[in-house]
């Protein structure tokens, strides 16, 4: 029946059982900090202070404790028409995420103990590149807000003992 998870899409998961057809899938956020990187969140986000100010950094730290991931996608959703405007000019195209990539993005930005792994050798060349134009079209630049250019590319700080 169309709308609902069915054993054929739930292969290869190994998440826990929600309900009758449902699955919560196992959620990796070593592999969610290479996609991060990959796929150039970083540019508008940072992590660590690595990355963009165009759009709020993603800082375990920050995030409120116990959050649903169905919550988090909810608030991605809300800002996707600005979010994929952004996409398409700063990458070229939209991000693509499969829903196993998508939470693994959403465990890595709660996992402070992974973000501390986040560093400027996980940026590709390609999305490093793109951080970099981004800077110094940004310098000199006296506003604030999204879209002004400005990006953060420093190792990350120091953790709060």
Excluded: Y
């Amino acid at each position: 029946m169309p709308g609902q998870m069915g054993q054929g899409m739930m292969q290869g998961q190994t998440g826990q059982m929600m309900g009758p057809g449902m699955i919560m899938p196992a959620m990796n956020s070593a592999h969610g900090r290479r996609l991060f990187a990959e796929k150039g969140c970083a540019v508008c986000h940072s992590i660590n202070g690595i990355g963009g100010e165009d759009a709020p950094a993603l800082d375990a730290a920050t995030m409120p404790k116990g959050m649903n991931p169905f919550d988090f996608v909810a608030t991605m959703w809300r800002g996707a028409p600005a979010m994929i405007e952004m996409q398409n000019d700063e990458l070229g195209s939209q991000i693509e995420f499969t829903g196993d990539e998508l939470e693994d993005i959403i465990a890595f930005v709660h996992d402070g103990a992974e973000q501390k792994k986040f560093t400027k050798a996980d940026i590709p060349p390609k999305i490093s590149a793109i951080l970099n134009r981004a800077a110094k079209e940004g310098e000199g630049s006296q506003q604030g807000g999204m879209g002004t250019g400005k990006m953060k590319m420093n190792e990350p700080a120091e953790p709060a003992q």
